[in-house]
């Protein structure tokens, strides 16, 4: 089946920048968008950006809008996130997202199909 692995998280200081990885592998999949959620401790999942696959259009959220640029690389099949400027407040389990086909919903984590293990990143203050 589908498979998402993220990676490249871990801890860094305010207003350092780290960058995630999302390796899918498995079988083929009509893939419409990519996304990255994160969730911190007795909140609920939050949107943070999203990439339509084919054409490579972005959206974000405005917590993150100017600081954090997603990315996506078709030969590799794998997605990215470019965190820059961090603040303690980003600090949370982020999620890797894949959906298809139907492009709504994009910031709606229910209407994603298939999502990585997570990756902590801790912001120090």
């Known amino acids: 089946q589908v498979q998402l692995v993220e990676s490249g998280g871990g801890l860094v200081q305010a207003g350092g920048s780290l960058r995630l990885s999302c390796a899918v592998s498995g079988r083929t999949f009509s893939r419409a968008a990519m996304g990255w959620f994160r969730q911190a401790p007795g909140k609920e999942r939050e949107f943070a950006a999203a990439?339509?696959?084919?054409?490579?259009?972005?959206d974000y959220s405005d917590s993150v809008k100017g600081r954090f640029t997603i990315s996506r690389d078709k030969a590799k099949n794998t997605v990215y996130l470019q965190m820059n400027s961090l603040k303690p407040e980003d600090t949370a389990v982020y999620y890797c997202?894949?959906?298809?086909?139907?492009?709504?919903?994009?910031?709606?984590?229910?209407?994603?199909?298939?999502w990585g293990q997570g990756t902590q990143i801790t912001v120090s203050s």
């Open positions: 997202a894949a959906k298809g086909p139907n492009l709504k919903g994009l910031r709606n984590p229910g209407s994603y199909d298939y």
């Open positions: 990439i339509i696959w084919s054409a490579g259009s972005t």
